[in-house]
């Protein structure tokens, strides 16, 4: 049954072991235009041609998983830590990181949670731009496996090789030595262990993976990464803006997500909301 016709299924999906235990860290703020994350954000119109700009938080968010199958799964992995090093000037005047403390670097977040970062045994990558994968530079010569898509993979290594995705991709993290261990895929769907499973939801990016966390006690929750910025683009259906790549795949991508949460009931954590984010890391010290 392919990952389409799961979410008709009357049949709930294979709930993660007990013992399961879910964290979301908080690794900091970016702050940007909301033309880049709302279509027509922003825009001048005939009777207000020059709008007061709004800007917005996003929030970056990680997911930490104790599966006790699988060990310690990590979901993105946010920012680089020196991004005043590795992003290009005009990234971080467009991407500002507004709010980072020393525990919002990742070894110090996944250390707050009871966890050492030597602990994680794999890492899924939701999509690879910059603000996500960055913090793979803490898995260089490790050997912990980087799951990802392959269209993903294929599309960040071209837009950072050729850099016409310079701005959205890095060729820091995409390292073609074995430095890191890539693990790519093909499937529109992956189950990854018991309970959590991978669905392939293009539109922000060509390979962008949701992921689908199945707890026994808790409940269903989905990870958006950038499919869904903030709760608008879900809620009201409105797309993103500038940061938008293929708009038919992401109203397919939209679409099929809404079935996939009315099916489990899932609570839906976006990829940069602020709002969501805290108040779920308020609800809980971990989810289970």
């Known amino acids: 049954m392919n990952s389409r016709q799961l979410a008709k299924a009357s049949i709930p999906a294979y709930t993660c072991p007990e013992g399961t235990k879910m964290h979301i860290l ?4 970016l702050s940007c235009d909301e033309g880049w994350i709302f279509t027509a954000g922003n825009t001048g119109t005939f009777s207000e041609p020059q709008p007061t ?8 968010l990680s997911g930490l998983i104790d599966h006790p199958e699988m060990g310690l799964i990590l979901f993105e992995t946010g920012c680089a830590e020196d991004i005043e090093l590795k992003w290009t000037p005009a990234s971080a005047d467009v991407f500002p990181r507004t709010r980072y403390e020393p525990q919002h670097r990742l070894p110090a977040a ?3 949670a ?5 602990d994680v045994k794999a890492v899924v990558m939701g999509h690879l731009h910059l603000d996500h ?3 793979l530079e803490h898995f260089l010569n490790t050997g912990v496996p980087i799951y990802v898509h392959e269209e993903e993979f294929k599309y960040a290594c071209w837009g950072a090789g050729t850099k016409i995705e310079g701005g959205s991709y890095l060729p820091d993290y ?3 030595d074995g430095s890191l261990n890539w693990q790519t895929f093909n499937d529109s769907q992956l189950d990854l262990c018991t309970g959590i499973t991978l669905h392939l939801c293009a539109g922000h990016t060509p390979g962008l993976c949701i992921m689908q966390v199945n707890l026994p006690q808790d409940g269903t929750f989905i990870w958006t990464t950038d499919q869904f910025h903030v709760r608008e683009n879900y809620e009201k259906n409105h797309a993103q803006g500038w940061l938008l790549r293929d708009h038919k795949s992401w109203m397919d991508s939209t679409n099929f997500i809404r079935r996939l949460q009315k099916q489990y009931s899932a609570t839906i954590i976006f990829g940069h909301d602020a709002e969501v984010g805290t108040a779920l890391i308020q609800q809980k010290k971990f989810f289970q």
């Open 26 to 29: 908080d690794l900091g703020t």
């Open 53 to 60: 700009r709004k800007w917005r938080d996003l929030m970056l």
């Open 110 to 112: 996944i250390q707050a």
């Open 114 to 118: 009871g966890y050492d970062i030597k």
């Open 133 to 135: 994968a960055g913090g």
């Open 174 to 176: 995409l390292p073609l």
